[in-house]
């Protein structure tokens, strides 16, 4: 598809076409009287002044035409499942919304719906009822005129919530209640409408406008000035809709106010686990001329091809040369042809142009055309090219395309870049520019601590920044595209991104109340690992009573939509440096069982290859292929590199059956625990310690599998952070336990591991990560506090986590030994619980000692200790009055010395005072089981911690406020105070 882009026919109706990926272009024509101006691309933030209302229907169906003729006792093949359509009422619906011209329901037992366009392949299947019809066009939605549906402008919306400020998760809003599922968090999910009044600059008339949602939750309808404008069904994946052209176009000028209303239905769930529901990313509106880059339209293609100088991925690296291949889509929205050149460009950190490319282009009235630069190679031993890698800070150059009409400029667009070479060689594993690096990585779902899936942007950066502080290399992003600010930090702090598609076959999860059950689990027991006590993801949660029976359907015939969504992530996420390899899907979501499988995984690779020819496609499978003894799995075969989950011992069988494959693991670990939990076999119902499953055999069985593999990639550990569902126990717990890092952003012990193995050893040694070198190794203990881990006399087991040679420990300066700390490995004691201290001290190979903590036991509280986490993105104390940006505050309850505190928690509340420029939006403390309301401005501590979100108040409220947080019921607590300052956003 070099020059005709549109190869599937769009389904949303004549000339309304949502999305401008490659596989459905819409047209985008405007009047024939327009001229070719120079007018601005323009972006603005749609963020701010929505309102907002929950638990309103959408507008009713529209009549349906009539489907004649019967169709029963046969299968179609190359049809839709469509998994939200319980019978056939719902079915008969489901076709009449997309124009299908054929529904069938499979009967008894089955009750499966399935909707599509021929039947011209098809079996005798006497459970198969149905009708079809001749072609039609999608029964359009309407919008009743007498005002009585959200969707209408003249809706009277005055009792809504006024002021909601996008992104915005409204599930998490909710109260947790043991009546909602807790593998969904036990919040309450349903539909909700956002409604919003605007005007637009009279200088975008005569040009292209559209808006861009970065994500809803989910199928979600659109309307402008009262008339249907666009659907998008998936949740995770970015989509633009223009707007010019609408049925009721958009109008222009101060005076004309524009009405837009969104529905978004997010009653039924895509994963299984906590997914939120709304506009929870950013939305924007956006401007170009009518000859202009299609959304999403540029890929700057940049590659090294000389020397590289530097062998540390983690310092400066140069190349000699490299190769500017830039593509860019253009759309023409006018009636006649238009000639003119593209200039490329590619500027260095200090905006020094490095190369240019320019490239004629004649696109037809109407039409679309890719415009292909032709490859240029730049560099030179001195002009070296900064490459982008793992370092803290990589570089990143700044590549852009300008279209020009003569010698005007009529429409220009630029992006981030990063120049690198990566490629999974099946015998070194994952290479970074020429160098063998081991992916040390984790998978995080969505969702972080009170603020649910609407993730603020400096809580993400937070999240990578803490991250990157283990060792962490890499975010696998399970299962679907994530935001993309994620992407960017991905970029600027060197994280390597496995981005994952949703969906290649039917896309709503079926729900199991009591156990979450989904189409991705797999009813295979896996052999344990590390230890008898070990017990892995899916063990745990098989446990709760048997998982529901499932598979996605057999089919040949990919859906175009779910094409359309997997080109739509790599389209949006192309030139981000981070992104080294694209996912479809996830475990059983790669139809492991299905004959058909390869066929499927064809359509879907040349539908990304198209987008990007540059990086290799994966699937997470959840068997390990050719070695399972099931079905051969030919989707599996069809992938470049081969991933899948746990079965560590596999690797090298493997490597040794398919030596022509890269192979690594997708996803390992599941290592349970609860932060701060510490007695064995505890009362409290869910909690679990590190001697209950297992917890320090789980996590060195995991990375030493792929540690001591020269020619595996790495693995992603499930997962970096805690995330709400997925209970391992079920009620009370209302989030899963699996993370290294807890909902509210606390470390628990087992983080001290990968610090000592991935970010400290390099690989022959243990270098430390600090200015000190060998002498400042990191040293900790688990227990983290010895207060009250066991009961007095009690037996408890205490580890030693560095990639120190070995390690001492004493309990009230009694040595139990020294113990030499194997390659991967930590140390562990016996001893009974005496309160007083722990200490650990840690020595090289020549008996020098490099490292010494200490753990002593806490008494009674005294006060709060008070601190706003820091990232590098700007002061800790100051905000921009966007309305958006959020300060993540860390509580400790702390004896008179400044000990920790965890066995005498306390309510702490968090309050603004002197001053009106912020809010405290959330608090959270990590505990799986606290079933406080989300955005209460109380919390209790959970082993001595707690956290607290506080972001500005309202878009241009500038000036000083004081966060106060008290302990308001702990007698002799003393609370404490945070000075905060509000200044302009720009």
């Known amino acids: ?62 009549p349906c035409p009539p489907f004649p003729r019967p169709l029963h006792g046969v299968q179609c093949l190359g049809m839709t499942y469509v998994p939200a359509a319980p019978d056939t009422a719902s079915c008969r619906a489901a076709a009449c919304a997309t124009g299908a011209a054929i529904w069938q329901f499979a009967r008894e037992n089955q009750e499966q719906c399935w909707i599509g366009a021929s039947c011209d392949q098809n079996l005798t299947a006497s459970t198969f009822v149905g009708e079809t019809r001749g072609p039609a066009p999608p029964t359009p939605k309407q919008c009743p005129t007498d005002g009585s549906s959200p969707c209408a402008v003249d809706y009277n919306d005055t009792g809504w919530r006024a002021d909601v400020t996008t992104p915005h998760d409204f599930v998490v809003e909710g109260n947790i209640s043991q009546a909602e599922n807790p593998n969904y968090g036990g919040l309450r999910v349903g539909v909700a409408w956002y409604r919003k009044s605007f005007t637009v600059d009279p200088a975008w008339k005569g040009q292209l406008v559209w808006l861009t949602f970065d994500g809803a939750f989910r199928a979600c309808d659109v309307y402008l000035n009262g008339a249907f404008v666009g659907h998008h069904e998936e949740g995770y994946t970015s989509f633009n809709l223009y707007l010019h052209n609408a049925t009721n176009p958009v109008k222009f000028g101060s005076d004309a106010t524009n009405t837009l209303a969104v529905f978004v239905d997010a009653s039924q769930h895509e994963l299984w686990a906590y997914e939120g529901g709304g506009i929870y990313r950013h939305v924007w509106l956006e401007t170009a001329g009518i000859v202009s880059v299609t959304p999403w339209g540029f890929n700057a293609q940049v590659i090294p091809n000389g020397t590289v100088l530097g062998t540390n991925v983690n310092a400066a690296q140069t190349s000699n040369s490299a190769v500017f291949s830039p593509v860019v889509d253009l ?8 000639s003119g050149v593209v200039e490329f460009t590619l500027r260095d950190a200090a905006d020094t142009t490095v190369v240019t490319v320019q490239a004629p282009f004649q696109v037809e009235g109407g039409g679309f055309l890719r415009v292909i630069g032709s490859p240029t190679p730049f560099g030179s031993d001195t002009k070296p090219i900064q490459l982008w890698n793992t370092a803290p800070r990589p570089p990143l150059y700044t590549a852009s395309a300008n279209i020009l009409l003569r010698t005007e400029t009529i429409d220009a667009v630029e992006t981030k870049v990063g120049i690198r070479s990566a490629l999974f060689d099946a015998q070194h594993g994952f290479v970074l520019n020429g160098v063998p690096v081991k992916i040390k990585g984790v998978s995080n779902h969505i969702g972080f601590g009170g603020v649910g899936a609407a993730i603020p942007d400096r809580v993400a950066e937070f999240q990578v920044l803490k991250l990157k502080s283990l060792g962490c290399n890499a975010w696998r992003t399970a299962h679907n595209p994530v935001a993309p ?21 039917a896309g709503v999860q079926p729900d199991d109340a009591a156990t979450g059950a989904s189409s991705e689990t797999s009813d295979a027991t896996l052999p344990h690992v590390g230890s008898a006590e070990h017990t892995t993801r899916r063990d745990v949660l098989d446990a709760q009573g048997g998982r529901a029976r499932w598979a996605p359907p057999t089919t040949t015939i ?8 997997a080109q739509d992530m790599v389209l949006r996420d192309r030139n981000h440096p981070s992104i080294v390899i694209w996912s479809l899907c996830n475990e059983l979501g790669c139809v492991a069982d299905d004959p058909n499988g390869g066929i499927l995984a064809a359509q879907f690779k040349f539908a990304i290859s198209v987008a990007d020819p540059t990086r290799p496609i994966t699937g997470n499978t959840v068997q390990t292929p050719y070695l399972s003894g099931r079905l051969v799995d030919s989707f599996a075969q069809a992938m470049d590199v081969q991933s899948f989950s746990y079965d560590y011992d596999s690797y090298t069988s493997f490597h040794l059956r398919t030596p022509w494959k890269s192979v690594g693991g997708g996803e390992s670990g599941s290592c349970i625990v609860d932060r701060g939990q510490y007695h064995q076999n505890s009362s409290v119902a869910g909690y679990v310690g590190p001697e209950d499953h297992g917890l320090f055999p789980c996590v060195q069985a995991a990375w030493t599998s792929i540690a001591s593999s020269s020619f595996a990639y790495g693995n992603f550990l499930w997962t970096g952070f805690d995330y709400r569902g997925e209970t391992s126990h079920g009620w009370p717990d209302i989030s899963s336990k699996f993370g290294v890092i807890d909902l509210a952003g606390f470390e628990k012990d087992h983080a001290s591991y990968y610090r000592a193995w991935w970010l400290e050893w390099d690989g022959d040694a243990c270098v430390g990560s600090g200015p000190g070198g060998p002498n400042n190794v990191s040293l900790s203990l688990s227990p983290s506090e010895w207060s009250s881990p066991a009961t007095v006399g009690a037996p408890v087991t205490v580890y030693a986590l560095s990639c120190a040679d070995s390690v001492e420990v004493f309990v009230n300066e009694r040595s139990l030994g020294k113990q030499t700390i194997d390659r991967f490995g930590f140390g562990s004691w016996s001893t009974k619980f005496t309160p007083g201290s722990v200490k650990a001290v840690a020595y090289n190979a020549k008996g020098d000692h490099i490292a010494t903590t200490v753990v002593e036991s806490a008494g009674p509280a005294v006060a709060l200790r008070v601190w706003v986490e820091s990232v590098g993105s700007g002061n800790a104390d100051q905000l921009l009055a966007d309305g958006q940006d959020t300060a993540l505050i860390g509580v400790e309850l702390v004896d008179a010395a400044g000990r920790r505190v965890p066995d005498s928690d306390v309510l702490v509340d968090f309050s603004i005072e002197q001053g009106t420029s912020g809010i405290v939006l959330a608090t959270a403390n990590g505990d799986p089981a606290d079933h406080t309301a989300n955005h209460s401005p109380q919390r209790r501590t959970f082993h001595g911690l707690a956290r607290g979100f506080v972001s500005s108040a309202k878009v241009g409220v500038v000036g000083d406020f004081v966060l106060k947080v008290s302990a308001p019921t702990a007698n002799g607590v003393q609370g404490a105070t945070y000075p905060f300052t509000v200044v302009e956003h720009q």
């Not at 401008?20 to 701010?48: K, P």
């Not at 759309?331 to 238009?338: E, K, L, R, Y």
């Not at 990919?558 to 969504?565: F, G, I, K, V």
Request: net charge negative; hydrophobic share 45%.
């Open 485 to 505: 600010e994620v992407l960017d930090l991905c970029d600027q702090n060197g994280i390597l991104v496995w981005e994952e598609n949703r969906f290649v076959t």
């Open 1 to 62: 598809l070099m020059h005709s882009i549109s190869f599937i026919p769009h389904r949303q109706g004549p000339g309304k076409n949502h999305r401008m990926g490659l596989l459905a272009v819409m047209s985008v024509l405007v009047s024939a009287s327009a001229a070719v101006s120079s007018a601005a691309r323009g972006r603005v933030s749609f963020d701010y002044n929505w309102r907002f209302a929950r638990d309103i229907d959408p507008p009713p169906a529209a």
């Open 558 to 565: 990919a859906d175009p939509r779910l094409l359309q969504d």
């Open 331 to 338: 759309q023409n929205a006018g009636a006649t042809n238009m």
